[in-house]
Each structure stands twice: as structure tokens, then as C-alpha cells.
């Protein structure tokens, strides 16, 4: 059903024609009353919500009726009514509203006509063409007034409190009056979000950028990018920390991920620094070198023990040095698909039986053998006796429980070349007496005697010589002749660069280190090229790819590199370079 309504808007006061407003209504019935949702809502408080519908009569085709939904019903020409025929020209009153309907014509929708009765005397109509010339008020001066209400609030009040410092904390801290804080261009990032509103504590100097110093009273354990003793600091000496922090844009970060910040120097390195080690990069997924990892090398210690320092080896792939851990291991013996022989019979390894990451997720957990290793490799001598365990990384302690496992043999009368009568003499109920010297001397040779079999065999032939490597001088006594070379593995392969790997759970670790399973020697650097990273990731302005900037590997601010806050000190005029470093060092923690 399509009602019709014609809703009166004005008078024209020259000729007196009214002008309405057309609405279409598409319903089965037209509602009216004071509710939000009726199609002639009447804003009365006299009225219910739902007041009154007109709705298709029965009878006649075309014939509408008024319904009152209240009790106290509707005026239909004059009566009150609660159900009425309605016919045209026939008034309607609800409330305020009146409604007149219109002749009926075939085809077309039902017609209404629709006032509030306060129109009839012309109070509203003159309400809709008064201008602010009839209130006596001029455009021009009040336009006036108000944009020199405005400079004066939001510009020279609040300048004033910037140019002038005594006056400036004061207005700052008075909320009912404005000051150069309504000048700010977004509100703190979280991070900084307990300065508040105080924007002294950054902004010291009107209308200046804001000074590394003021970062640095704040952030006084912030390290460079290069050593601050190296040459290379004289770039960075005109660099701002708002360079690359920014602040008051609301962004999620308070750093900027802009990779340009480090492609300005670092695509073009070599002609700002011609001896640089360093290679040229400009983005990840065009212009990037290949890996170079850093591997632990070992050292005799003159004074004693062993030192191990880092050492960088060749562009992956083709890497021409390799890991000098000194453990044999192979990983395709470890992972073979058909699996290896365990405790419980054949099983299969996975890489996570072994390598687990710590709590950040970054870097792996150092390789135990208690926790790794022994549940297949025992360290067990005696096949007779399964407690008899020696202690893993400990050759003296190893002697000891050798010593000490065939001394007690000795005593409870093993079944040897020697006498085992003294062995009832230790027991309950035996012969009493002593043991005399000469059998205990029989005893000591017999315990060492077996104790150096069990070694050679441990040392030469199984357990220790499966996993390390044992160097043997047969020129010294006992135990003493085999030395366990010691073992130590890289945790660190990319010590300028940053990887999650919980954040590539998800990923198989064979999707990275694709030669994991045909690496027979522990000496393999099995770490993935760029090639295997670029299948997932791309540049920084990638759409079909993860988009990798360099923040995401790389950080600027590196440890062992010098407090940043030195730079101030390198710029120091009319003073030898010599003195300025020797100031860096006694600042440095």
C-alpha cells in the first residue's frame, strides 16, 4: 500500500501559496503517534507512542479507515472517534496535527495533507525567514569580534607563554586558560604518555626542534650505531633523534619504520666510508646481500683453560670455513626417515626433540647432553651393572667413579686373577683380622688395572669417542693421556641481525634449513641463505609478499658502541679530537 503524505512548509507571503513537502510512504498501514518509529511522528506528549494507524477498509475498493490505538481516540470532523471511514475532504485531528484528505484518483496512492495548527496563524512560517539583520545584529562587526576573539585566545595568549618563560609555566599549569599546548599536533604515544600535558619537559625552546640532549636526559643508557672512537661518528653528526622517533602523529610506533632512514647511507656506503667491511643495501627483496654468519672458534688459554671467540666467515652460500665445535654429530644419521635405534625400539627424531626456543622465542637453548643426548647415549661402563655411570665433562670425576667402582668390586670378591680372601674379611660373620698392607697394595694395582681398561674402552672405542674429539699421549700415566677436546656450540650465528623463531612456528624448520638432512659432519653451517627468506619475505613496499623493512632484522642502537649522548662531545669546537675521545671513555659506564 503507497500512502501519499503532503506535509506544509510555508507560505509564500507575496502571493499566499503554501508550500508542502512530498513523502511516499510504502506500507500496509501508516502509523502515527509521538514514537521515534511512526511514519508521522508528532512530537506531543499528550500522545501515546502509537496512536493511530489508517489502513485499507473493508467494502469499496479504495476506502481507508482511521483506527485509534488509545482509548482516547481521534477527531474526525469535529467528533472524537475511534474507528472512522474515511472519504475525501474529511479533517483529522491527532493532538496538534491535522491531516485532510485528498480526492481519491484511480492509480494513485492515497493522499494526505498534513499541518500542525500552530501553522494556521503564521508563527512558525516567520520563524523560517528571520535573518540577523531583523535582530539588529551587523555581519561585519561581529565577524569581526570573533576572529579577534580567536587570535587572541589560540595565538597570542599561547605565544605569549612560549616566548616568554616566567609567564609559561604558570599558564600551563591553569586549565581555565589556554597556552602553547593547544598547539600541539596530537596527543603523546604511550610510551610518553606520563609527561602529560608538560611540554616543557621536551620542548625547552620556542618554535626550535627538539635536541638530542633533552632525549638523552631521559634515555641516558641509549648506545650509537657506530663506535663513537671510529671515524664513521662524523656522520651521524647532524642527526636528530626526531629523525627517526616521532611523536604527536599517533602512530602505533613511536619509530619510524621508514626504510629510507637507513638506506641513506647504507645504499651508498662504500663511498662515505671506501673502507668499510660492510656491504651496500638498499632493500631486502631487491638490493640486499647474502648472510654472513659469525661462528665460535676455540683457543688454548696459555694460562689455562680454553677461550672462544667469534669469528665471521664468507658470504653464504659456499661458506669456505666451517664450525670447529669439536663434536661429531651427524644430523642425516639423527633425522633419517626410517628412523634410529632408541631405549624403546626404532624411532623417528624430529628437529624439536633437540632444539627448543628460550622464553623470547629468538635465539635456541644451549644443546645439554643430560637432557638431549642421554636417553640414547649412556654413559655407562660396566654392561653388568646399569648404575655404573661416569659423569659427563669431568675426566677427574671419571677416574674417581673408575677407581671407585672396581676398588668395591675388589673388595667384595670379584671373580679376578688376585686372591679374594680379604673380601671376607670385610664381610659380616667373616674372620676377623685386618687387611694387611701387601693387599691392599693388590687391590689398588688390581682397581687401577681395570680402571684404565674401562677408560681405553670409553675413550678409544665407544661413548666419548662417538660424540668428541679425544686426543690420546701415550707418554702420560693413566687417565692423564687422554684429553676430551672441549665443546661448545654457536648460539648466535647473526649477531647484527634479529630473528624470532616463534614467530615462524608455523613454518617447518626443513622450509629453512633445507640441507639439514644430508649434513653428515658437525662442521656444516647449516644457517639458510637470503634465497630460502625472500620465498616468504620481500622489500618493504611488497604487496604479494611479507613487507620486511630493515627494523625488522636490524636495530640501530647497538650495544658496546658508546652512549649516545657522546655525540655532543664529538661536536665540540676548538678542542683535539684526542681529548674528546678520553672524555667519551671516563663518561662511558
Not at 503517534?33 to 479504495?62: C, M, T, W, Y
Amino acid at each position: 500500500m503507497r500512502f501519499r503524505v503532503l506535509r506544509w512548509i510555508r507560505s509564500d507571503g507575496a502571493t499566499g501559496n503554501k508550500q508542502y513537502r512530498e513523502v511516499i510512504v510504502q506500507a500496509r498501514r501508516l502509523t502515527i503517534g509521538r514514537g521515534s518509529d511512526q511514519h508521522l511522528q508528532i512530537a506531543d506528549p499528550k500522545l501515546f507512542e502509537n496512536h493511530a494507524v489508517i489502513r485499507p477498509g473493508r467494502g469499496r475498493e479504495g476506502a481507508m479507515v482511521v483506527e485509534a490505538l488509545t482509548p482516547s481516540g481521534v477527531i474526525v470532523n469535529g467528533r472524537n472517534r475511534l474507528v472512522s471511514t474515511l472519504n475525501p475532504g474529511d479533517e483529522v485531528r491527532i493532538g496538534p496535527a491535522v491531516l485532510v484528505v485528498e480526492p481519491v484518483q484511480k492509480g494513485a496512492p492515497f493522499t494526505l495533507r498534513f499541518r500542525m495548527a500552530e501553522q494556521e496563524n503564521g508563527r512558525l512560517d516567520r520563524l523560517h525567514v528571520l535573518s540577523l539583520s531583523d535582530s539588529g545584529l551587523s555581519k561585519r562587526f561581529w565577524s569581526l569580534m570573533l576572529a579577534s576573539g580567536v587570535a587572541a585566545i589560540f595565538l597570542l595568549v599561547p605565544m605569549a607563554a612560549a616566548l616568554y618563560q616566567p609567564l609559561r609555566p604558570l599558564l600551563r599549569a591553569t586549565s581555565m586558560v589556554p597556552n602553547d599546548g593547544l598547539w600541539s599536533p596530537g596527543p603523546l604515544h604511550a610510551s610518553h604518555a606520563f609527561i602529560g600535558g608538560d611540554c616543557n619537559a621536551c620542548h625547552t625552546s620556542p618554535f626550535q626542534p627538539i635536541e638530542n640532549v633533552q632525549c638523552t636526559s631521559c634515555h641516558s643508557k641509549v648506545e650509537h650505531h657506530v663506535a663513537v672512537t671510529s671515524p664513521a661518528i662524523a656522520l651521524f653528526d647532524l642527526k636528530r633523534c626526531g629523525a627517526c622517533h616521532v611523536e604527536h602523529a599517533e602512530t602505533p610506533s613511536v619509530v619510524s619504520r621508514d626504510q629510507r632512514l637507513c638506506s641513506d647511507c647504507h645504499s651508498d656506503l662504500k663511498t662515505k666510508l671506501p673502507k668499510t667491511p660492510l656491504l651496500n643495501v638498499k632493500d631486502f627483496g631487491l638490493d640486499h646481500p647474502d648472510f654472513r654468519v659469525n661462528v665460535l672458534q676455540g683457543r688454548e688459554n696459555p694460562k689455562g683453560g680454553f677461550d672462544w671467540t667469534s669469528v665471521r666467515l664468507d658470504v653464504l652460500p659456499g661458506v669456505k670455513r666451517f664450525e670447529r665445535s669439536h663434536l661429531r654429530f651427524s644430523h642425516n644419521q639423527h633425522l633419517a626417515r626410517k628412523g634410529i635405534k632408541g631405549p624403546d625400539g626404532d624411532e623417528v627424531l624430529q628437529c624439536a626433540n633437540c632444539h627448543t626456543p628460550d622464553a623470547s622465542g629468538r635465539v635456541m637453548q644451549p644443546i645439554k647432553m643430560e637432557q638431549h643426548c642421554s636417553r640414547c647415549h649412556s654413559l655407562r661402563f660396566d654392561e653388568k651393572d646399569p648404575t655404573t655411570l661416569v659423569p659427563h665433562g669431568d675426566i677427574d670425576g671419571v677416574y674417581k667413579t673408575l677407581i671407585s667402582h672396581f676398588s668395591l668390586r675388589f673388595l667384595e670378591g670379584d671373580a679376578g686373577s688376585v686372591r679374594t680372601s680379604s673380601a671376607f674379611v670385610r664381610r659380616p660373620g667373616g674372620r676377623g683380622g685386618t687387611v694387611s698392607r701387601e693387599e691392599r697394595g693388590q687391590a689398588r694395582d688390581w682397581a687401577e688395572q681395570q680402571a684404565l681398561l674401562a677408560a681405553r674402552d670409553l675413550f678409544e672405542r665407544r661413548v666419548c669417542v662417538d660424540c668428541h674429539e679425544v686426543d690420546k699421549n701415550p707418554a702420560l700415566p693413566g687417565l692423564q693421556q687422554w684429553r676430551v677436546e672441549p665443546v661448545k656450540l654457536t648460539q648466535v650465528w647473526m649477531p647484527r641481525a634479529r630473528f624470532d623463531h616463534q614467530a615462524h612456528k608455523t613454518t617447518e624448520c626443513i622450509a629453512c634449513h633445507t640441507s639439514v638432512n644430508v649434513s653428515k659432519t658437525s662442521g656444516d653451517v647449516l644457517m639458510p641463505t637470503i634465497a630460502e627468506c625472500r620465498v616468504c619475505h620481500a622489500g618493504a613496499s611488497s604487496r604479494n609478499k611479507l613487507p620486511s623493512d630493515c627494523l625488522m632484522c636490524h636495530q640501530f642502537h647497538l650495544p658496546g658502541r658508546g652512549l649516545f649522548d657522546l655525540q655532543a662531545t664529538m661536536e665540540s669546537q676548538d678542542r683535539p679530537r684526542a681529548g674528546i675521545i678520553q672524555r667519551m671513555r671516563e663518561q662511558s659506564p
